[in-house]
């Protein structure tokens, strides 16, 4: 499929401009562009058609099932596309006095006080943009609280296990502290003998994610818990797995000091191919002082931002955060209600049907009841038939369905990550699993079939060495002469052609 | 494009999948067949900067495969004389030849004495049957 | 109201296959006193009607009909219905980050192609897929200066968005980076100043047009930043480069910016994008996700994730970021409206941003309200003066359905009376007469 810059026609455009009758100012000739950027030109019908082709080469929650294990792909409800669209809500400047905001105010108030409830926790910042700027976030609160204390220089640790996402050392390395790695014991918990020899009065922390990556929930908690206290040290709760125990047990409950919840994953956020997220933190009252500003104040019913914080980590992004989520996320919390607990048991009780479908065909290392997800090994697989995870993945699309999470977590060797959210039929858990069980006797029987998948796509098997190496990032258009005439030329400098 | 898998007894090898050919009082060093295999097809070498000390058993670059990346380790200590600029134009050639043409860096020993800290093949080929 | 599907057979056939007899028994793991004992107490669930009358009723308590001359970082330009129509394609935007590329080539296509764009307006040669918004890219960028040189000073003008620079101030200690802001001189940065400070920097950060809507020499401060070995970083805004030089041809190392100028409502201050761009000689060091183009095992043109291995899901502790979850929705908005616009489109565009600006200085200056930095060039955002505290002349201009500025005594002392009026193209010739009206 062509480039929307390969479909560029000069003298073409989209959508016009108002023109007043008023003179244009001349821009000093040395800050003036030169030559016009090559931006495509097409008529508007080009242009929605373009995109709306690019859409059929793409697969989302509304085309089909998406178990992407750890990136929670639940059914996202048009109404809430609806609602982020009200004039009162899209139109609104961020930077408006607070008396015309009151409405946006109380919606973040509100939400703040339902991920109270959930978290069991005393404070929310909803300012993080994502769960990983959450535990950014998170981990300079950790700081700020020491520094506070006038530990900040002795605590220099932060705790993580070996089966954490990737963004939790990266967090700790942007936030200025050290990691200090902790194993997994031969049930999938963190090995509480390991993590006692590691744990002393230079640690900061714990980040743990409960369920673990491995979907499993660390039956060690309360003992991990106590070491941790037992040097004064805080607990950040990863809350990228909140979709298993909504309602059923709480951070707060277990001795967290601080969470983040993925507002886009538990709270249904359309991913949009990437983004965006929200990543809110809810903290204990000990950290509350520290939070970003602004702060939202509830006075009797007025709502109003308060900058006046003298202990604030300061901004770790504009405004109160991504407005837009909220209003999505919001607007699913209010359409369960407290059914939100039957959302959690329903997204444990899909996985585990999958699980018990499937653990005779593949691997499992750790045998027992998942939560909201579950790894799977294609090591048999590989042994016996030479498919890997990767073929198992490439396979399941000629299926007609998104693929797990595959390599992760890296202590799983070939991880299928399976996660089926709460939304789905038991028909369709049923079908995939199906199709799971046939891939395994086609790895038998065909495994070139296998290994050549897929085949029902719009494009075969990519090579991404090449793509490293060459590094095409950008459409070249010096090597395209027939839309270098379209775009390279001089700008057309008549004011208002 | 791939080269099939093979240790040569004239090496020293470290537990982390590099091996150093001593030349006098320098040394060749780079990546194992098993570590190349491990990774991947490399698509870059990060190397160290000519003049720079390296210590044992710390790293002195990274190679990278689209999946994966890797610290190379230093069996020895020692002061960089030589990187292969071959590699770093294409860094496949760990993967064709692990051994000759993918060498990655030369250097002046530091310290001649650790060599007898580093395993031979028979002590290598223990440490792969147990990965 | 709910989204669930299972009936209570379809319960019990998977209990009993799972071999448990009770939901409550799958939640054995969680020791008793970490169960939570009761319901979540929330309001009860709402129907769909309900929720749609709830959240008017939310919407509704919003102002939103004064006519609105806010900028300061966040403005009210048009959004095409083309934008939403191609926003609301459920297989854009119900999928996440293409990672299985054989899935994803519609997605992965829009980024490469909002790559192209960000780089053919900025004038770099790499882009990433998009960063949270215009203050957290500004401090990722900052990230990368310090890595690509070694240096842990950062300049920044005091002419940039304060939100940008508090952002850049909260990150700095976790990076190791000090911050240093230089002072403005009548409305813009000196140069001369710029290079004393940038001295042992590793980047310097300016805006332009900078916060109070002027014309910075660009080209200068720039060169300013290279003489003293240290990156130029620009913060621009999209929507100028159409009539302003792009800082790839000034000398900048990166161009960065907030994204919601092009294709995104104001919506409260997000969800947006900010945008990234670098010389290539940093592409290893760029945060976030970027997409290659590469050819499938037929031999045809295709689209892939690449460079993965600065990412925090291989590299771990030692990534470019912790950055996953990106904007690229908002980014793809971005795109499609540049796309409606085409390069006459967007040079119009500023045209008349800056004409309908022009117009209403010059109006608001024969009323008596004096531009604050009168002899210096603006875009489409200026300040004056009110000659009162400002808050108060905003009160008075909302009590005429005019929302007219931003008070600028919020983040510059000795600002108390100024107000930064920003002139989109959406505002017409008689809503900036009201204007007028509403302040004198």
């Not at chain 1, 015309?100 to 910042?125: H, M, N, P, Y």
């Not at chain 3, 900052?142 to 003008?157: E, M, Q, Y």
């Amino acid at each position: 499929m062509k480039l929307i810059f390969e479909k560029s026609q000069p003298g073409r455009r989209g959508i016009g401009v108002p023109k007043p009758d008023l003179p244009v100012p001349e821009v000093p000739s040395e800050l003036a562009r030169k030559e016009a950027p090559r931006l495509p030109e097409l008529a508007e019908p080009e242009v929605l058609r373009h995109f709306t082709e690019l859409s059929t080469r793409n697969f989302g929650i509304d085309t089909g099932f998406y178990p992407l294990g750890s990136c929670t792909m639940k059914y996202n409800p048009r109404i809430n596309e609806r609602l982020v669209g009200l004039p009162g809500f899209a139109g609104l400047h961020p930077l408006v006095e607070d008396d015309a905001a009151q409405g946006a105010l109380e919606l973040e108030w509100r939400l703040q006080e339902i991920l109270l409830e959930v978290t069991g926790l005393d404070a929310v910042s909803l300012q993080p943009a994502a769960g990983s700027q959450g535990e950014l976030t998170g981990l300079m609160l950790f700081h700020a609280y020491f520094r506070d204390k006038g530990e900040d220089e002795q605590r220099r640790k932060i705790v993580i296990p070996d089966t954490a996402h990737g963004t939790n050392p990266a967090s700790v390395t942007m936030s200025g502290y050290e990691l200090t790695p902790v194993k997994t014991d031969a049930r999938g918990n963190i090995d509480v003998e390991d993590l006692r020899g590691k744990v002393d009065e230079h640690t900061a922390g714990l980040m743990l994610t409960n369920p673990s990556t491995l979907g499993l929930f660390d039956e060690n908690i309360e003992e991990i818990r106590d070491i941790f206290r037992s040097v004064d040290a805080l607990m950040y709760y990863d809350g990228a797995n909140l979709n298993a125990v909504c309602g059923i047990s709480r951070p707060g409950d277990m001795g967290f000091d601080v969470v983040h919840i993925n507002l886009h994953k538990t709270f249904s956020q359309p991913h949009g191919g990437g983004g965006p997220g929200g990543g809110p933190i809810a903290v204990r009252d000990i950290l509350e002082p520290f939070l970003p500003v602004p702060v939202i104040v509830n006075d009797s019913g007025t709502f109003r931002l308060d900058y006046d914080r003298p202990k604030t980590i300061g901004k770790v992004r504009a405004f109160t955060g991504p407005f837009g989520v909220f209003v999505r996320s919001y607007a699913f919390m209010r359409s369960y209600g407290p059914g939100l607990r039957e959302m959690s048991e329903v997204a444990v009780l899909n996985a585990n049907y999958m699980l018990a479908r499937l653990k005779n065909d593949y691997d499992l290392l750790y045998d027992r009841l998942c939560m909201h997800e579950f790894v799977l090994s294609a090591r048999n697989l590989k042994k016996e038939h030479g498919v890997n995870a990767l073929d198992v993945a490439k396979r399941l699309m000629d299926y007609g369905f998104h693929p797990p999470t595959v390599y992760f977590p890296l202590v799983v060797p070939e991880a299928l990550m399976i996660e089926p959210t709460e939304s789905e039929a038991k028909e369709t858990l049923d079908a995939f699993c199906d199709a799971m069980l046939a891939i395994a006797r086609e790895a038998a029987d065909e495994p070139e079939l296998v290994h050549d998948a897929p085949h029902s796509r719009p494009v075969k098997r990519l090579d991404e060495v090449r793509a490293a190496k060459e590094q095409i990032v950008r459409f070249r258009f010096e090597e395209h002469p027939a839309e270098q005439r379209a775009g390279d030329r001089e700008l057309e400098l008549q004011k208002g052609a | 494009m791939a080269s099939s898998e093979s240790y040569p007894d004239d090496l020293l090898y470290h537990p982390e999948h590099d091996w150093a050919r001593i030349e006098g009082d320098e040394a060749v060093l780079g990546v194992t067949w098993y570590a190349q295999d491990a990774l991947g097809e490399l698509v870059h070498y990060e190397p160290p900067d000519v003049g720079a000390t390296i210590g044992k058993n710390s790293s002195y670059g990274e190679v990278e495969s689209v999946k994966a990346v890797s610290d190379l380790v230093s069996p020895l200590s020692g002061e960089v004389l030589e990187v292969n600029q071959k590699v770093v134009d294409a860094p496949e050639t760990v993967n064709e030849d692990p051994y000759g043409d993918g060498w990655l860096i030369r250097i002046r020993l530091a310290n001649p004495d650790e060599q007898t800290q580093l395993l031979d093949l028979e002590a290598y080929r223990k440490v792969l049957e147990e990965a | 109201m709910s989204y669930l599907s299972l009936t209570a057979a379809d319960r019990d056939a998977m209990l009993a296959t799972i071999g448990v007899a009770s939901v409550d028994e799958l939640f054995r793991d969680i020791p008793p006193a970490m169960r939570y004992g009761r319901a979540l107490d929330v309001a009860p669930a709402l129907t769909e009607a309900e929720l749609q009358r709830h959240l008017e009723e939310l919407a509704g308590k919003n102002v939103v009909d004064e006519i609105c001359f806010l900028g300061a970082g966040i403005y009210d330009h048009y959004v095409p219905a083309v934008v939403d129509a191609v926003l609301q394609r459920g297989e854009l935007l119900t999928a996440y980050t293409p990672y299985q590329p054989e899935m994803s080539q519609g997605v992965l296509q829009a980024i490469f192609e909002y790559q192209t764009a960000v780089c053919e307006l900025t004038g770099m040669d790499v882009s990433n897929a998009s960063g949270y918004d215009g203050t957290t890219v500004a401090a990722d960028a900052c990230f990368v200066a310090k890595h690509a040189t070694g240096k842990s000073k950062i300049v920044v003008t005091e002419a940039t968005n304060p939100q940008v620079r508090q952002v850049v101030k909260t990150y700095a200690p976790g990076f190791g980076l000090e911050v240093v802001e230089v002072p403005h001189e009548g409305g813009t940065t000196d140069p001369a100043r710029l290079r004393d400070a940038a001295q042992g920097a590793a980047a310097v950060i300016f805006q332009q047009p900078n916060f109070f809507g002027i014309l910075e020499n660009a080209p200068e401060l720039a060169a300013a930043a290279n003489d003293a070995e240290a990156m130029p970083i620009a913060h621009v805004d999209l929507v100028s480069l159409g009539v302003l030089e792009a800082p790839g041809k000034y000398g900048c190392a990166m161009a960065i910016g907030e994204g919601q100028s092009a294709g995104n409502a104001m919506s409260y201050g997000g969800p947006h994008y900010g945008f990234l761009a670098a010389r290539s000689d940093l592409i290893r060091r760029l945060p976030g996700r970027i997409v290659g183009e590469t050819v499938d095992a037929a031999g045809d043109r295709g689209y892939v994730l690449t460079l993965q291995t600065r990412e925090q899901h291989i590299r771990r502790e030692k990534a470019t970021s912790n950055i996953t979850t990106n904007q690229t929705l908002l980014a793809l908005a971005g795109l499609v409206h540049l796309s409606l616009l085409g390069p006459r489109g967007l040079r119009e565009l500023g045209d008349t941003c800056m004409a309908l600006a022009a117009y209403a200085k010059e109006r608001l200056g024969a009323a008596g309200l004096e531009p604050v930095f009168s002899d210096k060039a603006t875009f489409k955002e200026f300040a004056i003066h009110t000659g009162r505290p400002a808050r108060d002349a905003l009160g008075d201009a909302r009590a005429k359905g005019v929302y007219a500025g931003y008070p600028l005594g919020r983040d510059y002392a000795g600002l108390d009376d100024a107000l930064l009026v920003a002139v989109t193209e959406k505002r017409t010739v008689e809503e900036i007469d009201r204007l007028v009206e509403a302040l004198s």
